[in-house]
C-alpha cells in the first residue's frame, strides 16, 4: 500500500510538474496574410520557431487592411504580439503608435538598406509593381515588349490592358509613376490624375483589384498586359501560363512585406526573435518560393529561376520607393477622386 501511495504521489507531481511547465509556455500572436502565407507559416516556418524557443503561436489571418484595423480596434490592449503588413498600412500603423522599437540583432546587419523602414519596422520581403504580360500574346503579334511608364499610354493596349483600382497598392504605384513622369509626385499629384484619365484609362479593359480574377483575365486571353507584382506574377507563372514580369526602366516599385512588434506585447522577446527568424537567408528562401518576394537578406540564395523574375540581386538597387508619409493622409481623398475622374 505504502509502494502504491509513493508511486501514486510521484505521478501525481509529475502532471503538477508539467502542468507548471505547460502553464508557463508563452503563446504569441502574430498577424499575417491569409491563403499561401498562412499555409506556409503554420506548415514550414511556425513549428520549428516553436520547438526552438518554447512558446507558442497562434496565427492571426487578414490582409492588410484587416489587421490594421484589428490594431486599431484592440488599442490599448492588444491581442497581437507581431503584425506583417504590406508596407503603406505599416507605415500607418506605426504613425498610430502601434508599433514597438525594434532591436539591433546580427541577422538585421545582412539586410538590403531599402528594406530599413525605420526604428519600429522592417521589410521581410520586396515585391515589385511593374508590368505582367502574356509571352504568347507578344509573340504572336511581334510586338517589341513595354519598357516604360508611359507605353502604358500607346493605342495598341486599347481594351487589353488592366490597372488595377487605386484601393489596391499596384494602381497607386501606377499613379504615383505617372505623376512623377509628368513632373510631379506624391507631392503633386494632378498629372498623374491627368495622364491616367486622358491617356491610360481609354486603354483598360477594367480596374481590376482581384488577384483571382486577373489570372483569369490572362488565361481566357481577354488581357495582354497588366499592372501587377512580381510574386503575383510568378503564381500566375506557376499554373503553367506563359507569364513574364517587366522591371520598367523609371524603376519598378519596391512593395515590402513588412513586419513590427506590436506595443504592449506579453512576450516581447520572442516577438523580436519571431522577426529575426523571417529574416534568416533559409526562411528568405522559403518566403520567395511561395510568396513570390525577393530576400531581404543579402545572404539568401535563389534558384536560377526565381532569380529571373523576382526582385533579387542587382535588381534591388532598381527598385523605386514612394513617400508613405505623403501618400496616407492623402489616400482617402485620392480614392475619392480616382472614382470621380478615373472610373467615371
Given at each position: 500500500m505504502k509502494l502504491k501511495r509513493n508511486i501514486l504521489l510521484a505521478a501525481t507531481a509529475m502532471c503538477f510538474l508539467a502542468s507548471a511547465a505547460h502553464a508557463q509556455t508563452k503563446t504569441l500572436t502574430v498577424g499575417g496574410y491569409g491563403g499561401s502565407f498562412e499555409t506556409l507559416m503554420k506548415e514550414l516556418i511556425i513549428p520549428e520557431f516553436e520547438k526552438a524557443h518554447d512558446v507558442k503561436i497562434a496565427f492571426v489571418a487578414g490582409n492588410s487592411t484587416e489587421n490594421l484595423a484589428r490594431l486599431q480596434a484592440q488599442k490599448g490592449a492588444q491581442e497581437l504580439d507581431v503584425v506583417i503588413l504590406d508596407d503603406?498600412?505599416?507605415?500607418?500603423?506605426?504613425?498610430?503608435?502601434?508599433?514597438a522599437p525594434i532591436v539591433k540583432s546580427p541577422v538585421k546587419d545582412d539586410i538590403y538598406e531599402i528594406a530599413d523602414l525605420g526604428a519600429n519596422s522592417i521589410g521581410i520581403g520586396f515585391v515589385a509593381t511593374g508590368f505582367t504580360y502574356s509571352k504568347d500574346w507578344f509573340e504572336k503579334k511581334g510586338w517589341d515588349l513595354p519598357t516604360s511608364w508611359e507605353d502604358l499610354k500607346d493605342p495598341k493596349y486599347s481594351q487589353i490592358l488592366v490597372v488595377p483600382p487605386i484601393s489596391n497598392t499596384y494602381g497607386l504605384h501606377a499613379l504615383v509613376m505617372l505623376a512623377r513622369d509628368a513632373g510631379g509626385g506624391e507631392a503633386d499629384i494632378d498629372p498623374g490624375f491627368k495622364a491616367m484619365a486622358d491617356e491610360v484609362a481609354p486603354n483598360v479593359l477594367v480596374f481590376e483589384p482581384s488577384s483571382g480574377r486577373m489570372s483569369e483575365l490572362?488565361?481566357?486571353?481577354?488581357?495582354?498586359?497588366?499592372?501587377?507584382?512580381?510574386?503575383?506574377?510568378?503564381?500566375?507563372?506557376?499554373?503553367?501560363?506563359n507569364a513574364g514580369f517587366i522591371y520598367p526602366k523609371e524603376g519598378a516599385v519596391a512593395l515590402m512585406l513588412a513586419a513590427c512588434p506590436?506595443?504592449?506585447?506579453?512576450?516581447?522577446?520572442?516577438?523580436?526573435?519571431?522577426?529575426?527568424?523571417?529574416?534568416?537567408?533559409?526562411?528568405?528562401?522559403?518566403?520567395?518560393d511561395v510568396m513570390g518576394s525577393?530576400?531581404?537578406?543579402?545572404?539568401?540564395?535563389?534558384?536560377?529561376?526565381?532569380?529571373?523574375?523576382?526582385?533579387?540581386?542587382?535588381?534591388?538597387?532598381?527598385?523605386v520607393t514612394v513617400d508613405w508619409d505623403v501618400i496616407n493622409p492623402k489616400r482617402q481623398d485620392w480614392t475619392t477622386r480616382w472614382s470621380r475622374e478615373v472610373e467615371q
Amino acid at each position: 500500500m505504502k509502494l502504491k501511495r509513493n508511486i501514486l504521489l510521484a505521478a501525481t507531481a509529475m502532471c503538477f510538474l508539467a502542468s507548471a511547465a505547460h502553464a508557463q509556455t508563452k503563446t504569441l500572436t502574430v498577424g499575417g496574410y491569409g491563403g499561401s502565407f498562412e499555409t506556409l507559416m503554420k506548415e514550414l516556418i511556425i513549428p520549428e520557431f516553436e520547438k526552438a524557443h518554447d512558446v507558442k503561436i497562434a496565427f492571426v489571418a487578414g490582409n492588410s487592411t484587416e489587421n490594421l484595423a484589428r490594431l486599431q480596434a484592440q488599442k490599448g490592449a492588444q491581442e497581437l504580439d507581431v503584425v506583417i503588413l504590406d508596407d503603406g498600412p505599416m507605415y500607418q500603423a506605426d504613425a498610430l503608435g502601434f508599433c514597438a522599437p525594434i532591436v539591433k540583432s546580427p541577422v538585421k546587419d545582412d539586410i538590403y538598406e531599402i528594406a530599413d523602414l525605420g526604428a519600429n519596422s522592417i521589410g521581410i520581403g520586396f515585391v515589385a509593381t511593374g508590368f505582367t504580360y502574356s509571352k504568347d500574346w507578344f509573340e504572336k503579334k511581334g510586338w517589341d515588349l513595354p519598357t516604360s511608364w508611359e507605353d502604358l499610354k500607346d493605342p495598341k493596349y486599347s481594351q487589353i490592358l488592366v490597372v488595377p483600382p487605386i484601393s489596391n497598392t499596384y494602381g497607386l504605384h501606377a499613379l504615383v509613376m505617372l505623376a512623377r513622369d509628368a513632373g510631379g509626385g506624391e507631392a503633386d499629384i494632378d498629372p498623374g490624375f491627368k495622364a491616367m484619365a486622358d491617356e491610360v484609362a481609354p486603354n483598360v479593359l477594367v480596374f481590376e483589384p482581384s488577384s483571382g480574377r486577373m489570372s483569369e483575365l490572362f488565361q481566357s486571353g481577354e488581357i495582354a498586359l497588366s499592372v501587377w507584382g512580381s510574386g503575383r506574377t510568378k503564381s500566375l507563372a506557376d499554373t503553367g501560363f506563359n507569364a513574364g514580369f517587366i522591371y520598367p526602366k523609371e524603376g519598378a516599385v519596391a512593395l515590402m512585406l513588412a513586419a513590427c512588434p506590436v506595443v504592449e506585447s506579453d512576450a516581447p522577446e520572442e516577438a523580436q526573435a519571431f522577426i529575426d527568424y523571417l529574416l534568416e537567408p533559409e526562411i528568405q528562401v522559403k518566403l520567395a518560393d511561395v510568396m513570390g518576394s525577393g530576400p531581404v537578406n543579402k545572404k539568401a540564395e535563389l534558384s536560377p529561376e526565381m532569380a529571373a523574375s523576382l526582385p533579387y540581386g542587382e535588381k534591388i538597387s532598381t527598385l523605386v520607393t514612394v513617400d508613405w508619409d505623403v501618400i496616407n493622409p492623402k489616400r482617402q481623398d485620392w480614392t475619392t477622386r480616382w472614382s470621380r475622374e478615373v472610373e467615371q
